[in-house]
C-alpha cells in the first residue's frame, strides 16, 4: 500500500528560526515521484518541488531545502530562517508505480509569527 | 497567463440538492483532476480528464460526476447532497498526460457548505 505520513499536525515558530517539516512514505514500487506543495490562506495548492527516486540528490532553492533519504523513506523540507509569509499548509504527496493518483499527506500547519 | 480559476468560490446549498462546479484550466492545459478536501479526510482524489475522456476516478459514490469539454474546461457536479460533501473542491490542471508525475496547477477552489 502506498501511503504518506506527515507526523507534525501543527508547527508554531518565530520568524527567523529555521524549521523541518517531515515527510515519511510507504511504496513497494521502485520507481515513484516525491512532491512538496503549499497551501496559503487562499487555498490555491502552489507546486514547490519534485523528486523521483532515482534522484537521491538534495536541492536548494533560496531558503527552502529538501532532504530526499531512501533508506528512511523520508523526504523532509526546511525552511530556513523563516518569514511570515511562509505560513501555510504544507503538504507531501507520492505518486507511485503506474498509479495515476497522488497520495497526499494530512499536511503540516506552519504558523511563523512576527 | 491567467492560472486557473474555478467557479463560483463559495456557495451554501441544502441536503438533498445538486451542485456544479466549474474548473477552467490554464490555457493550452488539456489534463484537469479535481479534489476533495475536507479537515478529517485531507485531499482526496475525484476524477480526471484528459481531452474529453475520464482517464481515472477515485473512491467516490455515484453521486460524483464530472465532464470536460472541447476547450478543456470541465465541470463536476454533485447531486443529491449530503452534510459530509461540505469541503473544498480544488481542481488542478496539467500540460501533457502524464499527471501524477508532473507538476500540478492548482485554482483556489470551491468552498461548498451543505446545510
Known amino acids: 500500500a502506498q501511503k504518506v505520513t506527515q507526523a507534525q499536525t501543527e508547527i508554531s515558530v518565530v520568524e527567523k528560526e529555521d524549521v523541518t517539516l517531515d515527510c515519511v512514505y510507504e511504496t513497494r514500487d521502485t520507481t515513484y515521484y516525491l512532491f512538496w506543495y503549499k497551501q496559503p490562506p487562499s487555498g490555491e495548492l502552489v507546486f514547490l518541488i519534485r523528486r523521483n527516486s532515482f534522484d537521491e540528490q538534495n536541492e536548494i532553492s533560496g531558503r527552502y531545502s529538501w532532504n530526499f533519504q531512501k533508506s528512511t523513506s523520508s523526504f523532509n523540507f526546511t525552511i530556513t530562517a523563516s518569514q511570515v509569509v511562509d505560513s501555510a499548509v504544507y503538504f507531501c504527496a507520492l505518486n507511485a508505480g503506474n498509479n495515476r493518483k497522488l497520495i497526499w499527506g494530512l499536511g503540516t500547519s506552519l504558523a511563523v509569527n512576527p | 497567463k491567467a492560472g486557473v480559476t474555478q467557479t463560483p468560490r463559495y456557495l451554501i446549498k441544502t441536503r438533498g440538492q445538486q451542485v456544479t462546479l466549474s474548473c477552467s484550466p490554464i490555457?493550452?492545459?488539456?489534463?484537469v483532476s479535481w479534489y476533495q478536501q475536507t479537515p478529517g479526510q485531507g485531499l482526496q482524489f475525484l476524477f480526471e480528464y484528459f481531452s474529453e475522456t475520464q482517464r481515472n476516478k477515485g473512491n467516490f459514490p455515484g453521486r460524483f460526476s464530472g465532464r470536460q469539454f472541447s476547450n478543456s474546461r470541465s465541470e463536476m457536479n454533485v447531486s443529491t447532497l449530503e452534510l459530509g460533501d461540505s469541503a473544498l473542491y480544488l481542481c488542478?490542471?496539467?500540460?501533457?498526460?502524464?499527471w501524477g508525475t508532473g507538476e500540478l496547477f492548482f485554482g483556489e477552489g470551491s468552498r461548498l457548505t451543505v446545510l
Open positions: 488542478a490542471s496539467s500540460p501533457k498526460r502524464e
Open positions: 490555457s493550452g492545459h488539456r489534463s
